[in-house]
Nanobody, 123 residues
Framework: QVQLVESGGGLAQAGGSLRLSCAAT????????MGWYRQDPGKQRELVSL???????VYGNSVKGRFTISRDNTKNTVYLQMSSLKSEDTGVYYC?????????????????WGRGTQVTVSS
């Protein structure tokens, strides 16, 4: 069974930065996409960013140019560098892993989820 453990959330000021990490453990297929979704209360999870095992990336429109996703395949870990934070970035950030790379096009499903980490940006 695959487990995803997020870290790095917390409180930041608007204009500041945070870095999230997500480590995957267990039996993981070599080809996959890992990344982040954000969920606000009462709303569906929305894509923040995904990165494939080959290094292809996709970003949600609201974070393009401000957030950078990266991964270390040797550690099965994905990182999200969040810069120029805005109050609307506040939410619970969930790490996800998909074996179907069409998830990067918003088609395939996420197979595994982490428990989430809270990010709060104060204005």
């Amino acid at each position: 069974q695959v487990q995803l453990v997020e870290s790095g959330g917390g409180l930041a000021q608007a204009g500041g930065s945070l870095r999230l990490s997500c480590a995957a453990t267990g039996s993981i297929a070599a080809q996959n996409a890992m990344g982040w979704y954000r969920q606000d209360p009462g709303k569906q999870r929305e894509l923040v960013s995904l990165i494939s095992s080959g290094g292809s990336t996709v970003y949600g429109n609201s974070v393009k140019g401000r957030f950078t996703i990266s991964r270390d395949n040797t550690k099965n870990t994905v990182y999200l560098q969040m810069s120029s934070l805005k109050s609307e970035d506040t939410g619970v950030y969930y790490c996800g892993l998909a074996y179907d790379l069409s998830a990067m096009a918003g088609i395939g499903e996420i197979d595994f989820w982490g428990r989430g980490t809270q990010v709060t940006v104060s204005s």
